[in-house]
C-alpha cells in the first residue's frame, strides 16, 4: 500500500524493534505501545485488556488519519474501530481473521452466558458500524452476514502464502538432509496445533499407518497449545512413525515445507465461519497437494480443489486411505502439486494489497480524498 502512495502506520502492541529498523519499508511508520506482552504463548483475559487499553490510547494520540483499521488480536479490537474513526474523522474498516468471541466456545473458553451474550452483542453492534468489514473467506462472510452485517459493507479478502514461500526439489532440500529425514514418503503438519485444530483423527491414522506402512513418516512442525497433548498420545500409543520438529523460521519456510511429500490441515467443524487455516496456503505455494480435515464449507476446502482432499477430521481410516494413495502415486502428487502452485501464484501478496487498498480508498470520507496527484502531497494516511 505504501508502494502505491499510502502512508500507512502500524500501531503494535509491546516494546519490539525500533521503527527505524530496516525491516521497516518506506513510506511505513511502526508504532509501539511499549508495554509488556508475554512471550509464553498464552495470554489471558487480563493480558487481552490491557492490550487493548495500550492500544487505544496510543492509536488516539496519533495525528489525523484518514483511514483506520482494526484487526483481530487482541479480540475485541472491533470495538474500537469505530471510536477511533470518530477521534479522527476517518473511515473504519475491521480485517477478520477471527470471530469473536463466537470461537471462545470452539477454543475451549467458558464464559458466562450473560457475560458472552454482552460481548457478542457489542461485537455485532460495533462491526455493524464500520464502513468496511473484510473477511479471509466466503465462509465468514457468511456468517457476517447471518450477525446483521450488511452484505455489501463486506469484502473478501483471503490470506496469502508468504511469498518466499516456493518448491524446493526434493532431491536437493537441505532440510531433509539436516533432519534425517531420509527418502520415505513424508506427509506434514506445519504450523500453530491450536485448540481448534483436532488430532483425534490424526492418531488413528497414524496408529493404522505404523501397522500397514512403516515408512511412511507423519512430520509434525510446530508449536501451540495443543502439542503437549498431541506429543503424550503419541508416546502413550508407542507411535514410532510420527516425527516432532520445532517451528521453523519464516525465512527456512520454502526448504521445510517442500521437504514434506503432502500436507494435512486440520480444523474443527464448529469453527467454519470463524477462522479459516493459513497453514494450506503455505503447503500449496511449496508445490505440495494438501489434505484438508475440516468442513467442506470452508474458504480450505475451496483452495484445495485440485490440489488435494476433504475429509472428516475424526475420520483416521479415511485420512490414512487417502495418504496410502498419494504415497504409492508419485505422478498423483506430481500433478497436483504443479496445480497447488498454480493455485497459490493467482492470488499472492500484491493481489491482496491491490483489493485492500482500492477498498480503503473507496470507503475514504469525502474531505480525505487527494485534491492532487503529486506524490507526497494530499496522499492518504492509513
Not at 231 to 258: D, I, K, M, T
Not at 327 to 338: S, T, V
Not at 374 to 380: E, K, N
Amino acid at each position: 500500500m505504501a508502494a502505491a502512495g499510502w502512508r500507512v502506520t502500524v500501531v503494535a502492541d509491546g516494546a519490539g524493534p525500533s521503527p527505524s529498523s530496516s525491516d521497516v519499508p518506506p513510506g511505513v511508520t511502526v508504532v509501539r505501545t511499549g508495554g509488556d506482552v508475554r512471550s509464553d504463548g498464552a495470554p489471558g483475559v487480563r493480558d487481552y485488556l490491557f492490550a487493548l487499553r495500550r492500544l487505544m490510547v496510543r492509536a488516539m494520540r496519533l495525528p489525523r488519519q484518514d483511514v483506520v483499521v482494526t484487526m483481530t488480536d487482541p479480540p475485541l479490537l472491533a470495538l474500537a474501530g469505530p471510536m477511533l474513526a470518530a477521534r479522527h474523522g476517518a473511515a473504519s474498516i475491521h480485517w477478520c481473521q477471527d470471530l469473536y468471541p463466537a470461537l471462545l466456545p470452539v477454543l475451549g473458553v467458558r464464559v458466562s452466558g450473560p457475560l458472552f451474550g454482552a460481548v457478542e452483542r457489542a461485537s455485532v453492534y460495533a462491526l455493524r458500524h464500520h464502513d468496511a468489514v473484510v473477511t479471509i473467506g466466503r465462509c465468514m462472510a457468511r456468517r457476517m452476514v447471518a450477525l446483521g452485517v450488511p452484505d455489501e459493507r463486506i469484502t473478501v479478502v483471503p490470506n496469502w502464502a508468504d511469498p518466499r514461500i516456493h518448491p524446493v526439489p526434493r532431491a536437493e532440500n537441505p532440510f531433509r538432509f539436516r533432519n534425517g529425514l531420509g527418502d520415505g514418503f513424508i506427509v506434514a503438519y506445519s504450523g500453530n496445533l491450536g485448540l481448534a485444530h483436532p488430532m483425534a483423527g490424526v492418531l488413528d491414522a497414524a496408529a493404522e499407518l505404523d501397522r500397514t506402512d512403516p515408512d511412511i513418516t507423519i512430520l509434525v512442525i510446530g508449536e501451540g497449545k495443543g502439542r503437549p497433548a498431541l506429543a503424550e498420545a503419541v508416546a502413550a500409543r508407542g507411535l514410532r512413525n510420527v516425527r516432532f520438529l520445532p517451528l521453523q523460521l519464516a525465512e527456512g519456510l520454502a526448504e521445510s515445507l517442500s521437504a514434506a511429500d503432502l500436507h494435512f490441515a486440520t480444523m474443527d467443524p464448529r469453527a467454519e465461519g470463524l477462522l479459516v487455516p493459513s497453514k494450506v496456503a503455505g503447503a500449496l505455494a511449496a508445490g505440495r497437494p494438501c489434505l484438508f480435515l475440516g468442513p467442506a464449507g470452508s474458504e480450505a476446502a475451496a483452495l484445495v480443489n485440485g490440489c488435494g482432499r476433504v475429509l472428516d477430521p475424526y475420520d483416521g481410516s479415511g485420512l490414512a486411505a487417502a495418504v496410502r494413495t498419494y504415497a504409492r502415486n508419485p505422478a498423483l502428487c506430481a500433478d497436483e502439486g504443479r496445480q497447488a502452485v498454480a493455485t497459490a501464484a493467482a492470488w499472492d501478496a500484491d493481489a491482496a494489497a491491490r483489493s485492500f487498498s482500492a477498498l480503503a480508498a473507496a470507503v475514504l470520507k469525502p474531505s480525505a480524498r487527494p485534491m492532487t496527484g503529486a506524490v507526497g502531497r494530499g496522499l492518504p494516511h492509513a
